[in-house]
């Protein structure tokens, strides 16, 4: 009889699987139980569970058993017949505390809780290298923002079984459509990035990371019109997913770990939160996560460029930044998925929806409410904050830019600018007398300042059908950038 421990007495070995504890192979074989590797091939091939108990062979060079990564299923279904069998044969489990508590480790064998994750892949690389059969535990899909690439960085072949990841699972508790969205990550990094994504798209999962979740996020979207979904602990009892506009959701605190889902309200969502609470269904207004691009690429470089001609922008009266200059200022901003730019004096708004259209977020100051600003983003499909009022003045207040450009207001807009210190100083002028003040502004203020005047003749036709050259107005463009 095997007693309490449900084992051979006499052999410790577990009379059902044939199982030998300390080696976790088969003993008349050597094969592992839980992989199929085995170890008399030399690497010849190893069977790999992938799903419902099925195993699929792949090559492994020299012997060498891969750690197996499971994904703990953020939609909360069963564990897999494969995953059971992978931690059953173990001899070390990695994961974090409450992935250890979620899942079936037999008591008797080794486990690593993750805190830091350097002590963890020492003892991983000594397990992989004693031949112990090893299992990580990770969230939903390990190779998405997972596990997976710090321990292929750390030398280790990996296999991974995947299971939903928390992103899909958000989603799907929030019914929605999401192959049109970017995911980002705020973990272990500056949440300014992932932010001004936000900002910038229509749809954008955030993986979050305490202090840098929910709560911040919504105090950064404010001014911005969107609905979040916060969906904490997914798959586990405690599993909620609330709406909330960007303010509900930074008035309160949010548990960890949790997804947050950053949705474009459309006009008349605002009006259906309760501005006291946030609500725990989808709102009247339907909110989705919008078209998905005809090029599958949602944050990628528009499909029609940029420099593009006036005559793809509403403005009055010629009051236009022209094509020729701004590629130049565009090609200065350095916009992209990440950033914050201010198109400040911003008229036609080409400047900064050329650099939302790569992907930045903007904020468009124009002292005109008649601007046309947000009529030519709508005609080119991006989502350009607009801020009316004069400036300096009502700069106060924007979240801080990664760059600026200038098309007007003179020292006092210039000297606000620079006082925020952006990474870049893009500024346009058409009277000489200001480009030396404008470039001793800049360098007092840090600033390594280049300038360019650009000329631009345009092909024109003549009557009698011949061609002849016809000049646009001479530009500088100054830029500043800090060293």
Same mark, same amino acid.
């Given at each position: 009889?095997?007693?309490? $421990? !449900? &084992? +051979? #007495?006499? /052999? %410790? =070995? *577990?009379? @059902? $699987? !044939? &199982? +030998? #504890?300390? /080696? %976790? =192979? *088969?003993? @008349? $074989? !050597? &094969? +592992?139980?839980? /992989? %199929?590797? *085995?170890? @008399? ?443």
């Amino acid at each position: 009889m095997a007693g309490m $421990t !449900g &084992r +051979d #007495p006499a /052999t %410790g =070995r *577990d009379p @059902a $699987t !044939g &199982r +030998d #504890p300390a /080696t %976790g =192979r *088969d003993p @008349a $074989t !050597g &094969r +592992d139980l839980a /992989t %199929g590797w *085995d170890p @008399a091939a030399d690497g010849a091939a190893w069977s790999v569970p992938v799903a419902d108990g099925a195993v699929r062979s792949v090559p492994v060079a020299g012997g060498a058993v891969p750690v197996l990564v499971l994904g703990v299923d953020a939609a909360g279904r069963p564990w897999p017949p494969a995953a059971l069998a992978a931690l059953a044969g173990a001899g070390l489990v990695v994961g974090a505390a409450r992935h250890l508590a979620a899942v079936p480790v037999p008591p008797d064998v080794e486990t690593v809780v993750l805190g830091p994750l350097a002590p963890a892949l020492d003892r991983l690389t000594a397990a992989h290298a004693a031949g112990l059969p090893t299992v990580v535990l990770a969230s939903g899909d390990p190779g998405f923002f997972g596990v997976v690439r710090r321990l292929r960085a750390a030398g280790l072949p990996v296999r991974v079984l995947p299971a939903v990841s928390s992103v899909a699972a958000a989603f799907a508790r929030a019914g929605l459509d999401w192959d049109g969205t970017v995911v980002v990550t705020a973990h272990g990094r500056d949440l300014g990035p992932a932010l001004h994504a936000c900002r910038a798209l229509p749809a954008v999962a955030v993986l979050t990371a305490p202090g840098a979740g929910a709560t911040e996020i919504g105090a950064g979207l404010a001014g911005w019109s969107r609905r979040l979904v916060v969906a904490e602990h997914l798959g586990s009892a405690a599993e909620r997913v609330t709406w909330a506009t960007p303010e509900q959701a930074a008035a309160r605190r949010w548990a960890d770990p949790h997804v947050l889902l950053s949705l474009a309200a459309p006009a008349g969502a605002d009006r259906d939160a309760d501005p006291a609470t946030p609500a725990a269904v989808e709102p009247a207004t339907p909110i989705g996560v919008g078209p998905v691009r005809a090029d599958n690429q949602p944050a990628a470089a528009p499909a029609d460029g940029w420099a593009l001609p006036e005559s793809a922008y509403r403005h009055r009266d010629s009051m236009i930044t022209k094509a020729e200059v701004r590629a130049l200022a565009v090609a200065r901003l350095r916009p992209r998925l990440g950033r914050l730019v201010w198109d400040v004096g911003a008229g036609s708004g080409s400047v900064g929806i050329e650099c939302a259209l790569l992907g930045a977020a903007v904020i468009a100051v124009e002292r005109d409410p008649a601007a046309p600003i947000a009529v030519n983003a709508a005609r080119h499909g991006v989502d350009v904050r607009v801020v009316t009022g004069d400036a300096p003045a009502v700069l106060r207040g924007l979240p801080d830019p990664d760059a600026v450009f200038v098309g007007g207001g003179g020292t006092a807009v210039l000297t606000a600018v620079a006082d925020r210190r952006p990474a870049r100083v893009v500024v346009t002028l058409a009277a000489l007398d200001r480009i030396a003040p404008a470039v001793h502004l800049l360098r007092a203020a840090g600033y390594t300042v280049t300038g360019s005047q650009l000329t631009a003749a345009r092909l024109a036709d003549l009557p009698d059908g011949s061609i002849r050259l016809a000049a646009t107005n001479p530009v500088v463009v100054l830029t500043g950038e800090r060293p």
